[in-house]
């Protein structure tokens, strides 16, 4: 087994052992206590520019590659956007046929009811 040893005199604990312990303030402080004052309340309000914000990225300037680059997906891009509106167009004429369907059939249904309500009232009078 290992020897006991002292604490070294360069250490942490040594210097603390020999340091004086740090001033303490005494809970009776000198200041003149002040009569609680209301706080203050804003007059224009808390603006909404203020605090902690990014910094905005400064544009580097584009090579001629990165400007052809993002021509080309521009363009894809409005291509794309233009295929989708068309789908969409189609998709809602094809939601109108299938209302003015919808409208075809109660109509008939109507009319089926009104045969049946007739033939009904007409085998009660037979009867």
């Keep these: 087994m290992a020897k006991p040893r002292g604490t070294k005199p ?6 603390r052992a020999l340091s004086p312990p740090p001033p303490t ?7 003149a206590v002040s009569p ?11 603006r909404g520019d203020q ?3 990014k910094k905005k990225k400064k544009g580097k ?9 993002k021509a080309a997906a521009m363009e894809r ?7 989708l509106e068309k789908k969409v167009e189609e998709s809602k004429g ?9 409208g075809a059939w109660e109509e008939q249904n109507e009319k089926v009811h ?14």
């Design 10 to 15: 360069n250490s942490r604990a040594s210097r």
């Design 25 to 31: 303030v005494p809970e009776t402080s000198t200041r």
């Design 36 to 46: 609680t004052v209301p706080e203050k309340v804003a007059v224009l309000g808390v």
């Design 51 to 53: 605090g902690v914000s």
């Design 61 to 69: 300037q584009l090579s001629r590659a990165q400007k052809e680059r």
């Design 77 to 83: 891009a409005e291509a794309a956007m233009g295929k």
């Design 94 to 102: 094809r939601a109108k046929i299938v209302d003015g369907r919808r």
């Design 114 to 127: 009104k045969e049946l309500e007739k033939a009904a009232r007409m085998a009660d009078i037979k009867a």
